[in-house]
T-cell receptor, first 111, second 119 residues
Framework: GEDVEQSLFLSVREGDSSVINCTYT??????LYWYKQEPGAGLQLLTY?????DMKQDQRLTVLLNKKDKHLSLRIADTQTGDSAIYFC???????????FGKGTMLLVSP | GAGVSQSPSNKVTEKGKDVELRCDPI?????LYWYRQSLGQGLEFLIY????????KSGLPSDRFSAERTGGSVSTLTIQRTQQEDSAVYLC?????????????????FGPGTRLTVT
């Protein structure tokens, strides 16, 4: 079946770059997403990438996709304390289908 | 406009009781999804409604779980004879059809969730 895996925890210092990694098993995944969940809040879409892309950049966020290895990463440049949250990797077969999520990576940014 | 809303925000119930959780999607969104977030299990898909099509119920964990969507808008998730393992945050999301002006077709907008505790 489908599986999405992420490391559970990442700790960085303010101003450093953060890299959160994700692997998925379903080769038919077409859309790959990064969601952010702050304490007590719902999920917020940060960015998504189509499987025919290698990279997508959006301000401080860079998503890299290695389709051969089924590896997705999210890089946050100049990480701020406000970036502390849980980050979920997710995949779907179409832009409209259900999402399969990883268990989330808790990012802790210390001053 | 308003985002996805869910009610109640918190629900404590006794084991064996039935509960109903409500989701109000964003107006005009034809797709509606229910997910469950629990410790150790992460986020799991439960059920998906798309327009007038039959819902995809493949994620419902048991026949104690059911959902309906009335008039293509509001959805209710019902859990009968609740068990302690049903304790979780139940998240609802909606998404728009392609072409709706100003809205990404690929984003599922999530509500704040209903935290269900079964004692």
């Amino acid at each position: 079946g489908e599986d999405v895996e992420q490391s559970l925890f990442l700790s960085v210092r303010e101003g450093d770059s953060s890299v959160i990694n994700c692997t998925y098993t379903d080769s038919s995944s077409t859309y790959l997403y990064w969601y952010k969940q702050e304490p007590g809040a719902g999920l917020q879409l940060l960015t998504y990438i189509f499987s025919n892309m290698d990279m997508k950049q959006d301000q401080r966020l860079t998503v890299l996709l290695n389709k051969k290895d089924k590896h997705l990463s999210l890089r946050i440049a100049d990480t701020q304390t406000g970036d502390s949250a849980i980050y979920f990797c997710a995949e779907s077969m179409t832009g409209y289908s259900t999402l399969t999520f990883g268990k989330g990576t808790m990012l802790l940014v210390s001053p | 406009g308003a985002g996805v809303s869910q009610s109640p925000s918190n629900k404590v119930t006794e084991k064996g009781k039935d509960v109903e959780l409500r989701c109000d999607p964003i107006s005009g969104h034809t797709a509606l999804y229910w997910y469950r977030q629990s410790l150790g299990q992460g986020l799991e898909f439960l059920i998906y409604f798309q327009g007038n099509s039959a819902p995809d119920k493949s994620g419902l964990p048991s026949d104690r779980f059911s959902a309906e969507r009335t008039g293509g808008s509001v959805s209710t998730l019902t859990i009968q004879r609740t068990q302690q393992e049903d304790s979780a945050v139940y998240l609802c999301a909606s998404s728009s059809p392609p072409g709706l002006a100003g809205v990404s077709s690929y984003e599922q907008y999530f509500g704040p969730g209903t935290r269900l505790t079964v004692t």
